[in-house]
């Protein structure tokens, strides 16, 4: 079974940025494409940017693209989110989970998660 522990969250200040780190336990990752979701309280979990077994390709939703980019090491099986210019709404808990397809379906490995805040 694939474990996926996320670190990197906290409390920064809007306009500020945050990198989120994503260990995955099982090698090799490039067996999977991973991608990186969140959720806010009280709203459903929702697609934040997927990359690629090789990272050849990656895809960061419209609403976050110029600010978040994902990016993977595969030697060191750790794939990241870096989050630029947050703002207050960019406030959830952030999961990664290794996906499938091109529309980044999750498979249902998911890690624990890290809380990020964005205060105003």
């Known amino acids: 079974q694939v474990q996926l522990v996320e670190s990197g969250g906290g409390l920064v200040q809007a306009g500020g940025s945050l990198r989120l780190s994503c260990a995955v336990s099982v090698p090799p990752l490039t067996t999977y494409s991973m991608g990186w979701f969140r959720q806010a309280p009280g709203k459903e979990r929702e697609f934040v940017a997927g990359?690629?077994?090789?990272?050849?390709?990656?895809y960061v939703s419209d609403a976050l693209k110029g600010r978040f980019t994902i990016s993977r090491n595969n030697g060191d099986n750790t794939v990241f989110l870096q989050m630029n210019s947050l703002k207050p709404e960019d406030t959830a808990t952030y999961y990664c989970?290794?996906?499938?397809?091109?529309?980044?379906?999750?498979?249902?490995?998911w890690g624990q998660g890290t809380q990020v805040t964005v205060s105003s």
């Open positions: 990359i690629s077994w090789s990272g050849g390709l990656t």
């Open positions: 989970a290794t996906v499938y397809g091109s529309n980044w379906i999750p498979m249902g490995d």
